[in-house]
């Protein structure tokens, strides 16, 4: 089983909202990844997390704040978006290991505009 | 730092024709991974193939297979009878075998948009 699941699956939000989107994994992975996609383009690292604990953020503004509450959840929290930010959101893990077996699975990702 | 570069913005290929996607990188190491992946319109990244650069065997999986050249730094997939499915982005992806920060990170090339024609 190589799923990671993203909700919701598209997200319409105001530049005043909260939001958050949710990432879940049931493989076993200690890494876990949010990137951000644009239109036509490759995805954009955001934020690593490893064993629970933010490994990476890649200069992320603070509008976005991820969560790991446990080794199969990731959250990513949203306030005060600009219209930029409006893109295809993907979750990933992994097994956090060394050797082949270290393969990022993606989820379906999360549709968001900000209007 | 690493790069990849995919040099063919776009590609179409006939149904049940064979087609090449064509990817170079840049590293100064001698371990590492590359990965194929494919982002059909759904949207969801897919894991194609992957090749550890210390096996000179191309990888395969099913219709897939890869041309690995390590010295020439190309990474190429071949899909063989392509089908209508096979449609989508697809894009080549380094990894370092060097930890950095307690995970691995992945360098993406800008993609090859596949259109397969019936």
């Known amino acids: 089983d190589t799923e990671v699941t993203q909700t919701p699956k598209h997200l319409v939000m105001g530049m005043t909202n909260k939001k958050s989107l949710k990432c879940e994994q049931h493989?076993?992975?200690?890494?876990m990844y949010w990137y951000k996609q644009k239109a036509k383009k490759p995805p954009e690292l955001m934020f690593v997390?490893?064993?629970?604990?933010?490994?990476i953020n890649e200069s992320v503004p603070s509008r976005f704040s991820p969560e790991c509450p446990n080794s199969s959840l990731l959250n990513l929290h949203l306030h005060a978006l600009q219209p930029e930010d409006s893109a295809l959101y993907l979750c990933?893990?992994?097994?956090?290991?060394?050797?082949?077996?270290?393969?990022?699975?993606f989820g379906p990702g999360t549709r968001l505009l900000v209007l | 730092a690493q790069t990849v570069t995919q040099s063919q913005p776009e590609m179409s290929v006939q149904e049940a024709e064979t087609v090449t996607l064509s990817c170079t990188y840049d590293?100064?190491?001698?371990?590492?991974?590359l990965f194929w992946y494919k982002q059909p319109p759904s949207r969801q990244m897919i894991l194609v193939i992957r090749?550890?650069?210390?096996?000179?065997q191309n990888a395969t999986e099913n219709r897939f297979s890869v041309n690995f050249q390590k010295a020439a730094k190309s990474f190429s997939l071949k899909i063989s009878d392509s089908q209508l499915g096979d449609a989508a982005m697809y894009f080549c992806?380094?990894?370092?075998?060097?930890?950095?920060?307690?995970?691995?990170?992945?360098?993406f090339g800008k993609g090859t948009k596949l259109s397969v024609i019936p």
């Open positions: 090749q550890e650069a210390y096996k000179q």
């Open positions: 990933a893990s992994s097994q956090a290991s060394t050797g082949r077996q270290e393969t990022q699975y």
């Open positions: 997390y490893s064993y629970e604990k933010l490994s």
């Open positions: 590293t100064s190491e001698s371990d590492y991974y």
């Open positions: 493989m076993g992975h200690r890494a």
């Open positions: 992806a380094y990894r370092s075998s060097l930890r950095e920060a307690g995970s691995y990170q992945l360098t």
